[in-house]
């Protein structure tokens, strides 16, 4: 199956309106940084929050977008604060959770993993179980709501510890505790530096011994030592972001970062590949890649200088991802357009990182093929054929 180019007579193939419809499969998406402004504004409202920087939804999803693209790290860390205060209850939780569902079903995703971390949920006096059933019950009535709207979807949580705090291994098991009740995994999360992951190896030995699936956030602000610890020390099933590998690859007789825009373009055969970075593709281990993200926090140019597109063309197991849907002012639509619009990729190209997506997903084998073969091969196909009708 080979869709149309942008540019060429077959131009429709890339149209938004066909992005927008295409199935798409999310793998690292923050349920902290997903939030709809207007929810932020009534919630805060209700639990009696005084510290909201706007007081209307348009204003504050602005003053959202323009932190995160301020350059400033305080600044984009103080996003947090807002929608973090006002995730403190079960009611603000489940209404949190019900309402990413259904914005993440209208984007047409039909798989979703949502992360979060429970311990930044104490404040106002719930426990930990407290917020995962409360985030939990919000995915299912998000999930009934959005499959009577025709828009079905399946949402998995992964619990989160920040791994500049001591609650790794008290996150690890709770994950275990609800792995049979919405919860796929598990995940560390926060500042690389200084933070390395081996911090947490009781947590990472817990969770192997129960057979349980976890990512690292690893290579996005930090590079290869972050991500080598990671996968050999670890043992990461996936790389949140891990985008940092190309530092391990060489362009002709250059690194990748001594001529991005050349590096980006390169042919396959020009490129050499680095022992942790080979290793990376030899075992499919997948990257949750988050473009505009990326381009916020500097950890690449561009959307059209993003490494993605050359670890694409490698067949690294690259994926696509939101990240923080509202600070970046995005969505999977909108993070699918901007590769086909600004790097040249074709929906046959979104095809291929959607089955990515559901193969490396933290759910069993049978489920996400299912998935892959009852939902995007037959959604992509679908979509092929009104592109040739046209």
Sequence with gaps: ??????????DAAVSDDLV?????????????GGLRPQTIVE???????????????????????ESADSGSLVRYLETFDHTLAVMQTTEG?????????????????????SRYAPEQHLSDGLALEDVVEAVNAGFREGEEQAARAGTPIRVTAL????????KSTEIAELAVRYRDQGVAGFDI????????????????????????HFTIHAGEAFGLPSIWEAIQWCGADRLGHGVRIVDDLTVGDKAFGDDVAASVSAAPDDVHLGRLAAYVRDMRIPLEMCPSSNVQTGAAESVALHPISLLKRLRFRVTV?????????????????????????????????????MKSAFIPFDQ?????????????AALQEQTEQV
């Design 368 to 380: 996400r093929l299912a998935i892959i073969e009852d939902v995007v091969k037959p959604g992509y």
């Design 1 to 10: 199956m080979i869709f149309g180019r942008k540019g060429s007579k077959d």
């Design 20 to 32: 927008l419809r295409a199935p798409k499969a999310l793998l690292h998406d923050h349920l902290d």
């Design 189 to 212: 999360a926060g500042a690389e530096a200084g933070f390395p992951p081996t911090r947490h190896l009781d947590a990472f030995e817990y969770l192997r011994r129960e057979n349980a």
């Design 321 to 357: 991802n939101t990240d923080n849907r509202l600070m970046s002012g995005t969505s999977m639509s909108r993070e699918m357009g901007l590769l086909v619009q600004d790097a040249g990729w074709t929906m046959e190209d979104l095809r291929w990182v959607t089955i990515n997506a």
């Design 43 to 65: 919630i805060a409202d209700q639990v009696g929050y005084a510290g909201l920087p706007a007081g209307d939804a348009e204003s504050l999803g602005a003053w959202f977008r």
């Design 93 to 113: 939780l489940r209404r949190v959770a019900r309402e990413s569902v259904l914005d993440l079903a209208a984007d047409g995703v039909v798989y979703a993993e």
């Design 159 to 166: 619990l989160t510890a920040m791994r500049h705090a001591a």
